[in-house]
């Protein structure tokens, strides 16, 4: 489900519960069961934030109110909210009420007459905040020229108005990725003729306070359709109009199901593939199906590291702790151990696992996998020993590389004869539904197409220096240590630690004086905080962001210290499955006052799609699956042929395999592409792919779990750091290891927040998950970590435990002891470096990472500071 959510700022004297509870008969009279109540609660100013926070995201019961109202009366004050202060919360399903509908509601209830604004368009505009939601701080005030209306005729005969009105049904069905089966019940509206006094009859939707701001009015022999302009711009209301025609002249001929929204004409345009363009110094030509480019220069990533590195062998390559190593150097050694693995019985076509630290070793190590002919299975290191043991079974590698130094002895041989670009490179595993991890296999040529296609618009060169900041099992990874090997660049890898402090992170970016920098959303925002404050400046040309949705509006303070033609900044959408990157989209102070959310246009090579879930194409403005084809596309799913042949499709209107994305989108009419969420469970935390599903597999197989639910909370587009996994067991015995022993499976990124026991899991009157009956969770007291133990003892000082204990307060939003572990409160990476952040502006002790993690308790924390 799809949901917006407003708040709007009360004082105390306001109770909009008397005029909710005699609207909302009028407004749903013969539908007592979706009359909404007015909850209201008292919370502490100095939660206000947070508990606002988590109102305006937490998700509707499908057969509930029609929409959720909650009044936040907050009490003390100290913190911004005013001691009788209060916010009154409004929260509906996208396809219930739309949010002009909820503002209006919102004014009624408030006393107001219709002021600011929030739209949700068919087309041509910016979509709402959040995946679909917005918070809106409430105004008195005119509509005034917000409701004027344009026209647009509709020859279709005015005689039949219910079979027009299903039409119109239907096409808003597909607009608004709806089943129409389960659309038209909620859209249909009992027409009359219209009188001689009454020339319009008015599609209105039934959750509705006022009209949608599309308007049939019969005109003899046709109809015109009225738009609200500050809702429909005229372009997409003429599409609507032509989907229109044709949807209605199907009706009566077609079943329901098959109606095609658009003409098969204008859905071959939409299908027309981009060719990859060309360049003059690595010709390509592409193959007739879009599948992949066939090259004349080195198809293959070891031949086209190993140009690079007979041109200039003396270039410098990499950077780890603060030694240098050529790219003639990088290939000997990588050649030294490609000859121990083949010693070692590894042979064309194997995997190999390499679960090395990131280092110079692990890039020598993956290129040394590929110079055996095999594909290498990146393992990390801080994953679970049990999660790394399955990926390894599941990859069926030859061996796995746990240290390089067995591999370096071997006689060197002769080279083998050079492989094909199609032969797979590396397998990169993601989240599975089913508890098992999916291995998704990549060709060579994919890697060498994602740098042919970026490499002159980012002006990649071998004077730039990147950084390696990112886990080798996550796949941006790929992108940063072959964009930077494969065009001649130097390589700079970032430590597992220095990676989690913003500031030793910067400081690394200004002393090597790094060009193109990747990152993900979360990760950037905590840079983009030091770097405010920060005196050295940074020699960042480039910064491409992905992984995860992008909230362009913080972006101002970056562009105020980084001007846009100083340095660039573009938003990336991609897959696994797709290479790492599928479409690119330059971010400027525009979009970020705009607060876009367009992701770009496809790559040259690349082509996305946005589809029904027939796999029919849909039009410009209309939501639907996303679906990828061209030039990246993955080999398929290790060992998976079923699901393979799910996700990775032959079209059904023409030549050419896509991948189906499962990813909500779509187009605009300039041809870019807006992300829009997951249509399945699956979510992105903090740049990792998700699959709530492979959380409860593991669960269940906890010998005491007999039933499991896990629920992500919190919006990853608004605040990723706030993203919670909650999970809800019915147990056979003692839970309190349930927890630890699904640490030993699932990676930190993964590990439910909370574990609650309850007697049995709520269900809704269709047999679903009912979230809305989930008791509250609370968080784990587990047993005091203790301080590390040191020849000097220091005691530290009650004023720094209750000042430890009153910032995790802040930041976590609840209440804090001094024994409560930090990370089962709810702490993550990201918010573990925003303590470290406030600690450092209020002047206390300064706060290592890593000792966090050591000693993750308030009391033990103030222990360990004390003795640095």
């Known amino acids: 489900m799809t949901c917006h959510a407003l708040a709007a700022r009360l004082p105390a004297a306001v109770d909009p519960g008397p005029l909710l509870d005699a609207a909302v008969r009028g407004w749903w009279p013969e539908l007592p069961e979706r009359w909404p109540v007015l909850w209201s609660d008292a919370v502490p100013a100095r939660f206000a934030a947070h508990r606002l926070r988590t109102e305006l995201h937490r998700p509707l019961d499908p057969s509930g109110p029609a929409f959720r109202a909650v009044l936040l009366r907050y009490e003390g004050g100290g913190t911004g909210y005013e001691d009788g202060g209060a916010h009154l919360v409004l929260v509906a399903d996208h396809a219930v009420l739309t949010p002009a509908a909820l503002q209006d509601i919102a004014h009624v209830l408030l006393g107001h007459r219709p002021g600011a604004e929030v739209t949700v368009p068919l087309g041509g505009h910016e979509p709402p905040r959040g995946p679909h939601r917005t918070r809106v701080d409430w105004a008195a005030g005119d509509e005034g020229a917000g409701d004027r209306t344009g026209v647009v005729p509709v020859p279709v005969p005015t005689g039949t108005p219910a079979a027009l009105v299903l039409a119109a049904a239907l096409v808003l069905a597909r607009y608004e990725h709806r089943d129409p089966g389960d659309a038209l019940p909620a859209y249909a509206t009992v027409l009359d003729d219209p009188g001689p006094g009454d020339p319009a009859f008015s599609h209105r939707l039934p959750f509705q306070s006022a009209p949608f701001p599309l308007t049939l009015v019969p005109r003899r022999a046709t109809v015109e359709l009225h738009h609200r302009l500050r809702h429909i711009d ?473 039933a499991a639910a896990v629920v992500l909370s919190g919006d990853a587009f608004e605040d990723a750091a706030g993203v919670r996994i909650d999970a809800y067991v019915v147990a056979d015995g003692d839970t309190g290891d349930v927890r630890r022993r699904a640490a030993r499976l699932l990676p930190d990124h993964m590990l439910p927040t909370t574990v609650t026991c309850v007697p049995a899991l709520p269900l809704t009157p269709n047999g679903k998950l009912d979230r809305d009956r989930l008791p509250a969770t609370a968080p784990t007291r587990p047993v005091p970590v203790p301080a590390p133990t040191g020849d000097v003892v220091t005691a530290p000082t009650g004023d720094l435990v209750t000042a430890l204990a009153g910032v995790w307060e802040e930041i976590l939003g609840v209440p804090v002891g001094p024994d409560d572990n930090f990370f089962e409160l709810g702490g993550n990476s990201l918010y573990a470096i925003r303590v470290g952040t406030v600690l450092r502006e209020r002047g206390l002790p300064a706060l290592p990472l890593r000792l966090l993690y050591t000693t993750p308790t308030a009391r033990a924390l103030a222990e360990a500071l004390g003795h640095a």
């Open 234 to 706: 005229d372009a997409s209301a003429r599409d609507f109009a032509r989907h229109l025609i044709h949807v209605h002249g199907q009706l009566g001929r077609v079943p329901l199901a098959e109606i095609e929204l658009i003409p098969r004409e204008e859905a071959e345009r939409l299908l027309a593939l981009p060719a990859a363009k060309p360049r003059p110094d690595d010709p390509t030509r592409t193959d007739p199906t879009g599948i992949a480019p066939t090259r004349t220069a080195p198809t293959r990533i070891d031949t086209a590291f190993d140009a690079r590195a007979d041109r200039h062998p003396d270039a410098p390559a990499l950077t780890h702790d603060g030694t240098t190593t050529t790219y003639g150097a990088l290939r000997e050694r990588a050649e030294r151990l490609a000859a121990g693995l083949r010693a070692a019985g590894v042979r064309p076509g194997d995997r190999v696992g390499i679960r090395l630290e990131r280092g110079a070793d692990l890039v020598a190590t993956m290129l040394a996998v590929l110079k055996a002919g095999a594909a290498y299975v990146p393992m990390d290191p801080a994953h679970p020993e049990k999660r790394l043991d399955r990926t390894a079974r599941d990859a069926g590698v030859r061996l796995v590389v746990r240290d390089t130094a067995p591999y370096l002895g071997a006689a060197r041989t002769d080279r083998l004869p050079q492989g094909s670009p199609r032969d797979p490179a590396y397998v990169i595993h993601t989240s599975g539904s089913t508890g098992r991890p999916k291995g998704v296999v990549v060709p060579h040529a994919n890697v060498l197409a994602l740098l042919d296609a970026t490499r002159e618009d980012f002006a990649l060169t071998a004077d730039d220096t990147w950084t390696f900041f990112h886990s080798g099992a996550f796949d941006f990874s790929v992108w940063e240590i072959w964009g930077a090997l494969l065009t001649g660049a130097r390589l700079v890898v970032v430590d597992h630690w220095v990676a989690r402090s913003p500031e030793d992170f910067h400081a690394l970016l200004v002393r090597e004086s790094v060009t193109v920098l990747s990152q993900t959303p979360s990760a950037f925002g905590q840079l983009r905080a030091v770097d405010r404050s920060a005196k050295e400046r940074l020699s960042v040309r480039l910064v491409v962001l992905g992984g995860e949705a992008l909230d362009t509006r913080p972006l101002l303070g970056w562009f105020d210290h980084h001007p846009e033609n100083r340095c660039r900044l573009v938003n990336m959408y991609g897959i696994t499955e797709t290479t790492v990157h599928v479409t690119a989209a330059t971010v400027t102070r525009r979009e970020a006052l705009a607060a876009s959310r367009s992701v770009g246009r496809p790559l040259p090579g690349w082509a996305v799609s946005v589809r029904d879930e027939w796999g029919r194409p849909l039009p410009t403005g209309a939501a639907g699956e996303i679906w990828v084809g061209g030039a990246g596309l993955a080999l398929g799913y290790l060992g998976r042929p079923e699901l393979t042949a799910e996700r990775f499709v032959n079209d059904p209107y023409g030549p050419g395999r896509w991948y189906r994305s499962g990813d909500l989108g779509r187009l605009r009419a300039d041809g870019s592409l807006e992300y829009l969420g997951r249509i399945d469970s699956q979510v992105k935390v903090r740049g990792h792919r998700i699959e709530p599903d492979e959380i409860r597999a593991v669960l269940l197989e906890d010998p005491v779990v007999t």
